[in-house]
Every structure is written in structure tokens, then in C-alpha cells.
């Protein structure tokens, strides 16, 4: 954890050393101090290009602050996760498209102003498949009414922005895929209460709900993929820093109970030395994904690795925080907070899309040759 410690006092200044006193039942509430000292820190222009006034930093050097930020909060991970997918997935959009100076502006205000983005693309709604959009869009004077809603959407009280995928009507009659960027004090967004789990409270993941909200024209992009069709570049660009965040948000928080179980000096040097070889392993391999993404080449053959990479850490996670919970003994769970809820978040990770159980076939099909197909 010390290469992520560094990492993230590199490029969020302060925003460890806020935090490290504050008692984790207050950092995982509603409310709490995390969301603030990561604005304050300037967390929301992490992957914002250095030309446009972010810190530009690889997907190594991210997955290293997302890391640190899962130990000291998994929360605060899961929020500034989605915010950095979302901002990962807007600066891919704007780069291959034929960008106005409007978008690029909006990308310089995330990171000039502390903007933070939420993200209502669509996922983990049953009976649809990760790629349908769950808010549609019709044509008004101006621009477009969008309705719809998501939950969970993390951020959903602190966010400044939403970026929502959104089903257009297209040229032909059929449905295209467009991609809406919508201030959150916009008429017609509502927020309700949806989250009811007391783990990972503090990430804000209520539901948004958009009714007849106006998008003008020029928020509103097109990236050129029809609905249905499958995957395209930017939805895995979007896809693998998905994964990859997620993956070190929890490995993160994982680190942080196999330390307490170190420090402890409970149980044979083969306990402890199972505990940290399963941390380690996630490690290395949540950061063979970011170093795959830092190539420059994400394809549907990159995707595959690094949701393999994500499924195997779901298992290593769960393992690791078994042991490190067991040597700590059942005096520190029944008197420590903290013990219980780490323990508890080391099983979050299978709950993110796309499940373990529904991508079986896909990669089973993508391993014998052919395309990987997200469902």
C-alpha cells in the first residue's frame, strides 16, 4: 500500500492526511467529510487531460490513488470511482468526436471548478442487458426532454453533473444511442431514497429520477453505435475503467483489514503470509489492467482481461478478508466497527455489473475465439 499511499499524496495533496483521523462509521455515512476533502484535495480533475487543467494521470498512477482512497474510505471509493469512470468515459466521448469548444470548456470546468460528475449509464436492472438505456429522449424546442431514472446513482446528492446514456429517436425510426451531460440543479431532477444496506452508505447511491428535463442540442453527444448492436470503442474504453476502479476500490479496502490483521500478530507467519499473498495478487493484478490501458490499445481483447482480472480478485478479496478477519478474532469483530464493515464491503465487488454469472457464456465463447459479448 505504500506505492498507493504515495500516489495519492502526489496527486491529491492533503486529502489522506483530512481524513486519516476520522472514524470510519463516520467517513462510510451519508454526509460524512470524505466528498468534501477530495473536492478540496482537486480529486475531480484527476483524469482530466493536463491541457484543460487536470492532472492528466495514467491509469497506473489512478488505480493507485483509487486504492489508497478504498482503505481510507470504501465509500468515498465508490463515489469517486464512478466520478472518475464517468469523467474517463466524457473525455474519450469528446476526444473522438467532432468536439465543439463548449465540450472541452465543460471539461476544463470539471477540473477548474471541482465539478462532480454522477453517472446514470445503464446497468444492473433486471431483466435488461447492461447496454440498454434506461432514459429516453424526444425532441423539444432547444433541444431534447429527457426522461428516466437510475438507481443506485452514486453521487446522487454531491454531484454538480450527470451523464446519462439516453435512447434518441433516430433518422431511420429505430433508437440510437446518445449520451446527455446534465447540470444537477436542471428542473426536473429529483432525488429519492434507495440505498438501505448500512455499508457503502457514504457513496450517495439514491435514485435520480429526470422528468421532462431540458438537454439543450449541444449537451446532448452522439457517439455513432446503434442501440443493440454491441459494444463500441468508447463503451469499453468506459467499460475497462470500470473495472478497474471498482477493482481497486475494494482491493483497497481489503488491504486495509489484512493490515489490521498484520499489526495484530495473530496466528503463524503462514496465516499472515496467506493474507498479504492474496492482497498482493489483487494488486498486481488490478495494475497489469492499468498498465494495459496505459498502452493505449483497449479492445474487446483488453476488455476480456480485465474483467477476468476483475473476477479473479472478486475471489481473491473474498479469501483474503476471511483470514485477515479470522486472525484478528472474535473479540476485535464483536468490539470493532470497522472489522464487520470491511468484512462485508470485501463482498461488494460481485454485486457490480456485469455479474460473474452472466458473463460465463461470453467469456467462455471469447476464449474458444470469439468476441466478447457484455450482457
Known sequence: MDRAREACEELLPGLAPALADVPLPELESPGGPGLDAFRKSGGPGLLVPAA????????????????????????????????????????????????????????????????????????????AGTLDAAVSARAAEGGYLVNGSKKPCSLSRSMNLITASVSLPGADGGRELGVALVPADSPGITRRPFWNAPFLAGAESDEVVLEDVLVPEELMLRPQVELGTGLDTLQTVGFVWFELLVSSVYTGAVARLAESALDAGRGSATDRAAVVTSVEAAIALTENAARIVDEGQVGNDELATVLTARY?????????????????????????????????????????????????????????GAPLRVV
Open 52 to 127: 484543460y487543467g487536470g492532472a492528466g494521470a495514467g491509469a497506473l498512477r489512478v488505480a493507485r490513488v483509487t486504492r489508497a482512497i478504498g482503505a481510507l474510505s470504501p465509500s468515498l471509493g465508490v463515489a469517486t470511482a464512478m466520478h472518475n469512470f464517468s469523467v474517463a468515459s466524457l473525455v474519450a466521448l469528446v476526444a473522438s468526436a467532432d468536439a465543439s469548444g463548449l465540450e472541452w470548456m465543460l471539461i476544463e470546468g470539471i477540473a477548474r471548478d471541482r465539478l462532480l460528475v454522477a453517472s446514470a449509464f445503464a446497468e444492473g436492472r433486471a431483466g
Open 312 to 368: 479473479a480478485v472478486q475471489e481473491l478479496l473474498v479469501t483474503a478478508a476471511d483470514r485477515a478477519a479470522e486472525l484478528l478474532g472474535g473479540l476485535a469483530f464483536a468490539t470493532s466497527v470497522d472489522t464487520g464493515h470491511l468484512l462485508a464491503v470485501s463482498r461488494a465487488l460481485a454485486f457490480h455489473p456485469p455479474s460473474r454469472g452472466a458473463m460465463a457464456d461470453s467469456l467462455l465463447e471469447h476464449h474458444a
